[in-house]
């Protein structure tokens, strides 16, 4: 009658899944900055709309990782405050697990409906529609990686006052590669060249940090659970 | 030094807390069928000792040994084999008191929706199953995180302070609770500042700062 990892896995991003729905504010404040955040620009540069696509990729992954970031400090800390992390973390099931399906769970309702909304911020910011394709893979995979960079920083922080300004201090620094690739792929779609080199190197790190943050996470988890 | 097969030993523990030396060389012993009661004034490290006896945290001196095994080497196994209730509840305000349930206890074992109501039932909160776990009363919360460690089935209960926000019948379920579960050939380790009037075993263990 034991449970195994993975039915432990699915149950989890099931419960995380269902408490995001039940918080609907804290599901649509990432959303609603990235949205505002990004319209600012064409309303306060009233730019050309060629010099508007020359920046689009720049502001679209600046504003998609700092609202990334607003909500990694939800990650774990609701549950280390009302103990429940304590429960996850002596289920039998290790905490890399734990970290695993949550981190997953934290994805799919902040990246990926970054990722879905993008479109429109797109539309605003002029990149043509032929570059989408790119733009939505290159975010979906950086969301990813910075979801599972932010675990660890998460991890980290939970135990700490102001732990959220020390969260951007370690996570913003990481998350450098990616803007670099994510925007490089996406103003290379706009401009009509391949941007299959730095997509590549993207899906390389996202492929490295889904392998390597959740131990990193979990071992951060059992020393602030100490 | 001696290794019990039968049950829960802590073996001369020791952790500091920075400066604090919290637990001076703390040693006990719970066989089946047996409770340990830990009593002692305030801030003299019995939840420290629970964290430790539970794995959560790792003493710097001692061992703590279940069925002859070391915690730490047998970490999964020992942990799905026990039930936490900590001073706090635990629960999720958002979920209601029947899915907090069926989240936590769905990842030790396989249980029907009907046993996590029975286990609701039997400690009295069976009317708040659907209700979210934020508009409970303390002691329906407590009485719902006590539904949790009937619901894992777990050989060892570590319960921090079980009697706390609890009315005078909720105390004796508490009691019943534990008596039902050390004649079973269950463990128990109960942190509690009152006496314990139990119909069984009861080793004692009294922390002195």
């Not at chain 1, 306060?44 to 709309?49: R, T, Y």
């Not at chain 1, 609701?78 to 039998?92: H, I, P, R, V």
């Not at chain 2, 899915?99 to 039997?122: C, I, P, Y």
């Not at chain 2, 379920?173 to 009861?202: D, F, I, K, W, Y």
Request: charged share 15%; aromatic share 6%; glycine share 8%.
């Amino acid at each position: 009658m034991t449970v195994s990892a993975w039915e432990a896995f699915w149950l989890l991003v099931q419960r995380e899944l269902r408490l995001s729905f039940r918080r609907p504010e804290q599901l649509l404040q990432p959303l609603v900055f990235f949205l505002i955040v990004t319209t600012l620009f064409p309303l306060g540069l009233s730019l050309q709309l060629s010099l508007l696509r020359d920046i689009a990729p720049g502001v679209l992954w600046v504003a998609a990782l700092l609202s990334a970031l607003l909500s990694l400090d939800f990650l774990f800390k609701s549950d280390a405050d009302d103990g429940t992390l304590e429960q996850l973390a002596l289920s039998g099931h290790g905490l890399t697990v734990i970290v695993a399906a949550k981190t997953l769970a934290h994805w799919l309702v902040t990246g990926l409906a970054l990722v879905l909304v993008s479109p429109i911020v797109g539309t605003a910011l002029g990149i043509p529609v032929g570059a989408f394709a790119t733009m939505l893979g290159s975010l979906a995979l950086g969301t990813l990686t910075l979801s599972w960079l932010g675990a660890v920083g998460a991890g980290l922080t939970i135990g700490l006052r102001r732990g959220n300004v020390l969260l951007s201090l370690i996570v913003l620094p990481l998350a450098m590669p990616l803007l670099i690739f994510g925007a490089g792929a996406t103003d290379r779609a706009i401009s009509g060249t391949n941007p299959a080199g730095a997509l590549y190197l993207l899906a390389a790190l996202c492929v490295f940090t889904c392998t390597l943050a959740p131990f990193a996470a979990a071992a951060a988890l059992r020393i602030t659970l100490e | 030094m001696k290794i019990a097969t039968e049950g829960l030993a802590v073996d001369s523990v020791h952790v500091w807390r920075g400066d604090r030396h919290v637990l001076q060389g703390v040693s006990a012993e719970v066989h089946r069928g047996e409770l340990l009661h830990v009593s002692g004034p305030n801030g003299t490290g019995k939840t420290t000792l629970l964290r430790v006896v539970s794995g959560l945290l790792h003493p710097e001196q001692g061992i703590v040994t279940w069925l002859g095994q070391s915690i730490v080497s047998h970490r999964t196994d020992y942990q799905a084999a026990l039930a936490y209730a900590a001073h706090e509840p635990a629960l999720k305000g958002d979920l209601t008191a029947l899915e907090n349930l069926h989240f936590s206890v769905g990842m030790k074992r396989r249980s029907t929706l009907q046993e996590l109501r029975d286990a609701l039932e039997r400690t009295g909160v069976a009317a708040c199953a659907d209700l979210p776990a934020r508009v409970l009363s303390a002691g329906q919360r407590r009485r719902v995180s006590l539904a949790r460690v009937i619901a894992m089935r777990a050989s060892l209960w570590l319960l921090d302070e079980p009697y706390a926000n609890l009315d005078a019948a909720g105390s004796q379920l508490v009691s019943e609770l534990l008596q039902a579960h050390v004649a079973t050939g269950g463990l128990a380790l109960v942190v509690a500042h009152r006496e314990l009037a139990l119909a069984c075993t009861v080793r004692r263990l009294e922390l002195n700062s």
